[in-house]
């Protein structure tokens, strides 16, 4: 049973936009922190933006503060993830996730036990 689908990804120029999505489903209620991570060939899977239950609580990666912005509408459990000012060094698989257990916060993803299939996003430079 699919729980996590993430979707949104594509190709685009520097400087353009994206949002990605995740739709959550089964026991991914909102109770659960959720996380968007990355990943490219040959390296390890990379944390990119996290956000509590709430929603009131949210981090992010360095490398995209100030250009990427994490939300989540518990109505209809889904996450998402807008993306601005994309640069090649952007271009990855993205990837949603929760973690092993629901109102635990962490941004850590070898604490992250579900995630979706992954959807690609290329930054033409």
């Known amino acids: 049973q699919v729980q996590l689908v993430e979707s949104g990804g594509g190709s685009v120029q520097a400087g353009d936009s994206l949002k990605l999505s995740c739709a959550s489903s089964g026991r991914f209620d909102s109770s659960y922190t959720m996380g968007w991570f990355r990943q490219v060939p040959g390296k390890e899977r990379e944390f990119v933006a996290a956000?509590?239950?709430?929603?009131?609580?949210?981090n992010y990666a360095d490398s995209v503060k100030g250009r990427f912005t994490i939300s989540r509408d518990n109505a209809k459990n889904t996450v998402e993830l807008q993306m601005n000012s994309l640069r090649p060094e952007d271009t990855a698989v993205y990837y949603c996730a929760a973690p092993l257990t629901n109102y635990y916060y962490t941004i850590d993803p070898r604490q992250y036990g579900t995630w979706g299939q992954g959807t690609q996003v290329t930054v033409f430079s």
């Open positions: 956000i509590n239950s709430s929603g009131r609580r949210v």
